[in-house]
Every structure is written in structure tokens, then in C-alpha cells.
């Protein structure tokens, strides 16, 4: 499987999965997720899945800052709806990560492992997603603006023409490795594209 090379630059999150732990799923519930683990599950590597990565990957270093990030034990509220935009490939990017999800999660055994009813949306908050932990409270506000970074003129007339389906052979991949040189080039920037404020 080919994939474009910066894909490894980009660090991997590890987390400690107790329900994973419990039941001898990955020794001591340790868990790993790379950039590369997230665009299989999301199809593809785009500017929506990269920040909503590096957003999760700065939120849970902010959160943990001298332990490992407890899978399930997060909550995330987003300030938009659901299906406004693309707050739903977000929010299936951190639930991969993290576990936690709205309605559909893990219903838990006996009392623990609980994943639904851990992820909200229309939520009152003044971030556009915000991270807690569900054992001391801890938040972490996150911002993510991609438009930081500019897109090649050249994307917009070669995406067109893909449209229009006139795009030659050469077009189509010079527009995805255009494409994907955007994406890179926010990975880059995240220091700058990605906001973090804890609270």
C-alpha cells in the first residue's frame, strides 16, 4: 500500500484502553493510532481529517501531560450540529481515537467501560470543540482553522475539470498530489492552525 511519505512524520496518539485491558484485548489496554490508522477508517487524507487528528492528538497531550490519555474516560462537546458541515468526519475521527461516541458506543459491563452519551453537539461552549476528563474535570478548548494555510491556485481549475469529467490521466494525479501537499503543509503549520486553551 502507497501512501504520500509525510504521513509518518506525523506522531502517533497512545492511549491506555482499560476496556481493552480487561479483556486481554492489547496488554495493559495499551493502544496506538497513527495518522495512517485514521485515513483508512476516514478514505482519505484531507485538511477535515488532519486538524480534526492534530486536534485530538494536542487536546489529550494538554488533558495528560504526565500519563497516558485514558481511552473512554473523555467527554467532547462541539459547538455545531451534528450534520452542520463537517463536524461529523471530525467527530468519527476522535471517536476512533478516543472511543467515546454520542448515542451508538459501547453500553459498558456492569457499571463501567460506559463509551455513549460522551460526545455532545449544539453545545453551549464558545470553542468550537471542547475536551474534559471525566475524572478530575480537566477541559481543553480547541480551535482549528485549515484557511491559515492557502490552497494552490491550480486545485480549484483541475478539480473542476475532474468534474466535468474532462480531466486527463496526468491532471487527476497532479490534482491529488496537490491535494495532499496542502495537507502536509497543515501538519506543518499546526502550531498555528490548531488553537489550544485549557480551562
Not at 35 to 62: I, M, N, Q, R
Not at 97 to 125: C, P, S, W
Not at 132 to 157: C, F, H, W
Request: hydrophobic share 40%.
Amino acid at each position: 500500500m502507497k501512501y504520500p511519505s509525510f504521513f509518518d512524520l506525523i506522531p502517533s496518539i497512545r492511549l491506555q484502553d482499560p476496556l481493552s485491558n480487561f479483556l486481554g484485548t492489547f496488554e495493559e489496554g495499551l493502544v496506538e493510532f497513527t495518522y495512517l490508522d485514521v485515513v483508512k477508517s476516514a478514505g482519505h487524507s484531507c485538511p477535515t481529517v488532519v486538524g480534526a487528528y492534530l486536534a485530538t492528538y494536542k487536546a489529550l497531550e494538554a488533558l495528560y501531560p504526565d500519563s497516558l490519555p485514558q481511552r473512554g474516560q473523555i467527554d467532547v462537546s462541539f459547538k455545531s450540529e451534528a450534520l452542520e458541515g463537517v463536524t461529523g468526519v471530525i467527530a468519527n475521527v476522535i471517536t476512533q481515537i478516543t472511543g467515546v461516541t454520542e448515542q451508538f458506543g459501547f453500553k459498558g459491563i456492569n457499571g463501567q467501560f460506559i463509551r455513549y452519551n460522551l460526545m455532545h453537539f449544539n453545545a453551549d461552549i464558545s470553542s468550537e470543540i471542547l475536551f474534559k476528563r471525566l475524572d478530575t474535570g480537566k477541559s481543553v478548548a480547541i480551535n482549528y482553522n485549515a484557511n491559515i494555510v492557502s490552497t494552490n491556485p491550480q486545485q480549484k481549475e483541475l478539480m473542476g475539470k475532474i468534474m466535468q469529467g474532462i480531466a486527463l490521466p496526468k491532471e487527476r494525479k497532479e490534482f491529488g498530489k496537490l491535494w495532499q501537499e496542502r495537507v502536509e503543509r497543515i501538519f506543518l503549520a499546526r502550531e498555528e492552525v490548531i488553537e489550544v486553551k485549557c480551562i
